[in-house]
């Protein structure tokens, strides 16, 4: 173990510095690349099941389990936030193009009139507090996480299609590229460390899933019937570097979510998913 961590310390986050004048696009179709030649066995497809392509074995099981999840009573009560009416009585879907359906592919977005990142979440806080409601906590699992666990299957078999255009936008992508590449915590681990230097390897018990496609399925749920969106596993990766993470919602991850999201681009979402 002790060897691992060593070497993992030791390679790179290289890329990030080196890239810095990237355009998002180059960024992305540099990673497939690299991910083409270390798995050529993997078709494009694939990276949307994460460390599961690696393991026929695993990914079997998963799919298994999702023909009967263990969790439809949560993605039930999402539902149920979803269609139950506000004071004034409008639904969320009347927040969103189309009722909502085939819309999450498009989020994260950078709003040029607020100056920032808008996640998916973020619009449904935007929703609610429009129509007088109070918002969400970003790390509430009950009510946010059930929310969205409902909101985005509405998006299911849609392809990622972020935007990066603007220098307010360049600029987010920018800063959420430099937080992927930057090394945290006591362990002195980036992102990439693990999820482009070490993706398919195995870190104590668990393979290593590659960027590309991670954003397309969440959230996700653990033990389950827990659910985790995205940001609640960024913070739960910096935990276990021992790094002190931003609070979901951040602007530091919300520009995280913005790079991690776009490097997605043109995979097929599925929300939401078991995991262990």
Not at 96 to 104: E, S
Not at 188 to 202: E, I, L, R, Y
Not at 211 to 226: C, E, I, L, M, Y
């Amino acid at each position: 173990m002790r060897k691992l961590i060593l070497a993992l310390i030791g390679l790179g986050a290289l890329a990030g510095p080196a890239a810095a004048l990237a355009s998002p696009e180059s960024d992305r179709e540099a990673l497939v690349r690299q991910f083409e030649k270390h798995f050529p066995e993997l078709k494009p497809g694939d990276y949307v099941y994460g460390a599961l392509a690696f393991s026929p074995d695993a990914k079997a099981q998963y799919e298994s389990i999702m023909e009967f999840p263990p969790f439809l009573e949560e993605i039930d009560q999402g539902k149920k936030m979803w269609e139950t009416p506000f004071k004034n009585g409008k639904t969320y879907a009347s927040c969103f193009p189309n009722g909502g359906r085939n819309v999450a592919g498009h989020y994260p977005y950078y709003d040029d009139k607020l100056g920032k990142v808008v996640t998916f979440e973020m619009k449904l806080n935007m929703c609610r507090e429009a129509n007088g409601e109070k918002p969400y906590g970003y790390g509430d699992m009950k009510t946010m996480g059930l929310l969205e666990s409902y909101a985005r299957t509405l998006s299911d078999g849609m392809r990622v299609d972020i935007k990066v255009q603007g220098s307010g936008a360049e600029a987010a992508y920018e800063r959420g590229k430099k937080f992927f590449y930057t090394r945290h915590g006591q362990l002195n681990f980036a992102c990439a460390s693990c999820h482009v230097d070490s993706a398919g390897k195995v870190l104590r018990t668990e393979l290593l899933s590659p960027v590309v496609g991670q954003a397309t399925h969440w959230p996700v749920f653990r033990a389950a019937t827990n659910v985790v969106t995205l940001q609640k596993r960024y913070a739960g990766c910096l935990k276990n570097i021992r790094a002190v993470p931003p609070k979901p919602g951040s602007e530091e991850f919300n520009d995280l979510e913005y790079f991690h999201t776009y490097l997605s681009n043109g995979l097929v979402m599925h929300s939401s998913v078991f995991r262990k």
